[in-house]
């Protein structure tokens, strides 16, 4: 069954093909994360993780958008060496992902998605992208609120306090029956 399958090396790779790849690379490795961490509750750097790849992504462009510019040699070298750092990331992520290390694959999902980033900006400069910096201030803020709506005093009351309202309420209700009995 082999063939002779013939190439023509003379036609040019799409000089394009970076921006795809980094997005669909990046689209299956925060699906992978987000499955990982599904079963629990995120920590503050979890979301933050998630938050930073899904603004990196949000309204990637096409390859023909008018938004994305044509790349110089020196800038498609610069694309190159940026998708064989995130390759080596994902390599690494895949590894903790089997070792069941969620903070190393939290730290990596980072380190990917900033390799993604610096991708998109060279292909799409005029795009405005947050640092994960930015993401992880905004996160944290409402990781901290989240967190602060849990009263523990309230949420986890002793038996003595248990007793005390049960005892409060029925002599309420007590009272409330009296009243309407006389």
Known sequence: MSENVETNTAEPQDPKIGLKIAAERLSIVRYVFLVQIEDGIASAAQRASL?????????????????????????????REHMELMESYIS???QMEHDGD???????LIRITERVAEVRRLYQPEFPLPTFAEIRRVVQDEWDEDMGKIDPQESDPTADEIEHETET???????????GQA
Do not use: C, H, R
């Not at 938050?51 to 800038?75: K, N, R």
């Not at 309420?169 to 009296?178: R, S, W």
């Open 169 to 179: 309420a029925d002599g309420q209700a007590a009272e409330a029956n009296e009243s």
């Open 102 to 108: 969620i903070d190393g694959m939290t730290d990596t």
């Open 92 to 94: 690494k992520f895949s």
């Open 51 to 79: 938050e930073y790849a899904d603004a990196v992504l949000i309204g990637w462009p096409e390859t023909d958008s008018p938004e994305v510019v044509d790349l110089t040699d020196a800038q498609l070298k610069v694309v």
